[in-house]
């Protein structure tokens, strides 16, 4: 079955414990990003990446931190987490990023203490 | 201002009826626009492309207007199922692949 896997789908963590997230797509998708979605604020990019080893940042990457060593897995970092990065995450894939179409894992709730 | 603005609703709607919705975008130079679906607690998925000349994917019918920049979104004979939050996404200019998402419009088809 075609799919983006986030994992842990939710995690409570207290400030300053470094965290990944781990995003993996079998669609062998090129273009990769990161979401995080805040009630009233839409969906905001973090990061993306347009193939292995190369990422760019989005629109709020302050925080984060990815990389694509491989094309399936693009992994979300806190080095350094802190309680305005409670969201709720998503990544998603796509196989050419000009078209508006977006895979999207289910997401991964974050709560930072 | 932001660069994508949607009326968060909720719509309240009753099954069998119809509701439409706008989204405003703030750049002229947007390029793509789409609606998405999203349920709650849940990812968003594609639900539709928007064209210039409008589109229809069975109850459901959307419209570009350029001039006033905004798209809507209509959907006919609302379902119980048809409860959601629909997104508005535009891209901003042609060969940028950002994606500039709508904060939602809720709508809720009751019974």
């Known amino acids: 079955e075609a799919q983006v896997t986030q994992n842990p789908r939710y995690l409570i963590t207290v400030t300053g414990k470094k965290l990944t997230v781990t995003c993996s797509q079998n669609?062998?998708?090129?273009?990769m990003s990161w979401y995080r979605q805040d009630p009233g604020l839409g969906l905001r990019q973090i990061y993306y990446?347009?193939?292995?080893?190369?990422?760019d940042k989005g629109d709020v990457p302050e925080g984060y931190k990815v990389s694509r060593k491989e094309k399936r897995n693009f992994p979300l970092i806190l080095e350094s987490p802190s309680p305005n990065q409670t969201s709720l995450y998503f990544c998603a894939s796509s196989l050419r990023p000009d078209t508006g179409e977006l895979f999207f894992g289910e997401g991964s709730r974050l709560t930072v203490l | 201002r932001k660069e994508v603005e949607q009326d968060p609703g909720p719509f309240n709607v009753p099954e069998g009826a119809t509701v439409a919705f706008n989204c405003t975008y703030s750049n002229s130079a947007s390029q793509s626009f789409f609606w998405y679906r999203q349920d709650c607690r849940k990812e968003p998925k594609l639900l539709m492309s928007?064209?210039?000349s409008g589109n229809e994917d069975g109850r459901f019918t959307a419209q570009l207007n350029r001039a006033s920049q905004y798209i809507s979104l209509l959907i006919r004979d609302s379902k119980l199922s048809d409860s959601a939050t629909y997104l508005c996404v535009v891209r901003l200019i042609d060969n940028d692949y950002k994606l500039s998402f709508g904060a939602g419009t809720t709508v809720t088809v009751r019974a």
């Open positions: 669609m062998n998708h090129e273009y």
């Open positions: 990446s347009m193939n292995v080893e190369v990422t």
């Open positions: 928007v064209y210039s």
